[in-house]
């Protein structure tokens, strides 16, 4: 018995397997991963897109920039919070430059909070890996929370209340951190006291 193949049937055979794979793996499994990530995570799946006044101001995993001492401030950004450009910095921890960033952050927080550098939680000094980290520690909301009370004219109760309602446990009970969702406590903010 003599098995062998020509090269034209050769080549045939190996198009007509690429064809097949490229439609299954390529096509089938994408969409039958897409509809069933729809199926079983609608919310997730389509971005996890923030609605409020009938708008979308964003994802919840998405850091945004606020300014201003009504708002929470989350950690610094590498990319400037643009999700199209997401980035850690890659600045080695010898760097100078990112000695003098943090310096200069930790600076700043100190005349926004009125307090001193050994208070600052290292989460608002260190940029996330992606850039755009939404989360902080309960420690770095915590303590913000005199300047945001001040600056809506509420008891600081009302802003600890929301920020142990916004607080998310780790994953699973096991992975991650304790967090809080800087956008999502801002636009809770916003709710109880419109700006």
């Not at 097949?20 to 079983?40: Q, R």
């Amino acid at each position: 018995m003599n098995f062998s193949l020509s090269f034209s049937q050769q080549f045939f055979i190996g198009l007509r397997f690429c064809l097949v794979m490229l439609v299954l793996c390529g096509i089938l499994y994408s969409a039958s991963i897409t509809k069933l990530g729809e199926l079983l995570f609608p919310y997730q799946a389509h971005g996890s897109l923030l609605e409020y006044e009938d708008e979308t101001r964003g994802s919840v995993l998405i850091a945004q920039n606020f300014s201003g001492d009504a708002y929470f401030h989350g950690r610094p950004s590498a990319a400037n919070n643009d999700p199209m450009a997401t980035a850690g910095s890659n600045l080695a921890p010898s760097n100078p430059a990112l000695r003098e960033r943090a310096l200069a952050d930790s600076a700043a927080i100190q005349t926004r909070e009125q307090i001193t550098a050994t208070q600052i939680p290292v989460d608002l000094i260190s940029a996330s890996g992606s850039g755009v980290d939404p989360h902080i520690s309960p420690a770095a909301a915590q303590l913000q929370i005199a300047r945001v009370a001040k600056a809506r004219a509420i008891r600081e109760m009302q802003i600890a209340e929301l920020i142990a309602q916004n607080t998310e446990q780790k994953q699973w009970g096991i992975f991650g951190q304790v967090r809080v969702n800087v956008l999502l406590l801002n636009r809770r903010l916003d709710q109880l006291v419109p700006r």
